[in-house]
């Protein structure tokens, strides 16, 4: 027996991509690459913590440098951007349309600095910067891949970082997140509320 469509809902056609049918909340981060002499840095949204330890992975696909530089060279950095940074994290996708070599317009337009223990660059004034190592590439979701990274090395700003002391209100209110909000917009988060978990939960 088929059930009917829940009230109030749309069905999505399948057969082409639906992510462009809604809008999502998703994190913004630049990842930065080693790429033959000089560099690459690539903003991307699809990305998240693998599990609760210390891998990290986004989604690309090997038509792109990224992909092909981590493939090489087996690292990566991760940078956070804060909100006032979002034009700059997109001028990073800008080069993709240029004739240019894509390392060396990035570079000329966007503000850098070298991660200490990596030869690849972090976006200068994020407020989360992590190095990591690649871990695996799983490639076959239709054009694109997952990248997982291992992280070897953190810095987070220290107005960022979590005391238990603190108020998480006050804090993320004088210190605003940037969402992206998928696809073409973004969002300044910096009104928050504590989640309501069941007693004793535990993960």
């Known amino acids: 027996m088929k059930n009917p469509i829940p009230k109030g809902f749309e069905a999505l056609d399948t057969r082409t991509p639906v992510w ?3 809008f ?3 994190p913004l981060v630049v990842i930065g690459t080693r790429e033959g002499h000089d560099y690459d840095l690539a903003p991307k949204h699809m990305v998240t ?4 330890g210390n891998y990290f ?4 696909t090997p038509r792109h440098a990224t992909y092909q530089n981590i493939a090489r060279h087996g690292a990566f950095t991760v940078s956070f951007p804060l909100p006032d940074q979002t ?3 997109a001028l990073s996708a800008s080069p993709r349309c240029g004739e240019q070599e894509k ?3 990035v570079l000329e337009w966007l503000p850098t600095l070298p991660a200490p223990g990596m030869d690849a660059p972090f976006l200068q004034d ?6 990591c190592s690649h871990f695996k590439t799983v ?15 953190a810095y987070v700003k220290r107005e960022y970082l979590r005391i238990s002391e603190d108020d998480p209100q006050l804090k993320l209110a004088r210190n605003p997140l940037l969402a992206y909000i998928a696809e073409g917009r973004f969002a300044v988060v910096g009104e928050t509320f504590a989640f309501p978990f069941p007693k004793d939960f535990q993960r």
């Open 20 to 22: 462009s049918r809604f």
């Open 24 to 26: 999502m909340v998703a």
């Open 49 to 52: 913590p693998m599990g609760f």
């Open 57 to 60: 992975g986004f989604v690309c």
């Open 87 to 89: 034009l700059v994290a």
């Open 103 to 105: 390392s060396k317009r």
């Open 126 to 131: 994020a407020y989360l910067l992590m190095e």
């Open 139 to 153: 490639d076959g979701f239709g054009e694109n891949s997952l990248i997982t990274g291992k992280i070897e090395r």
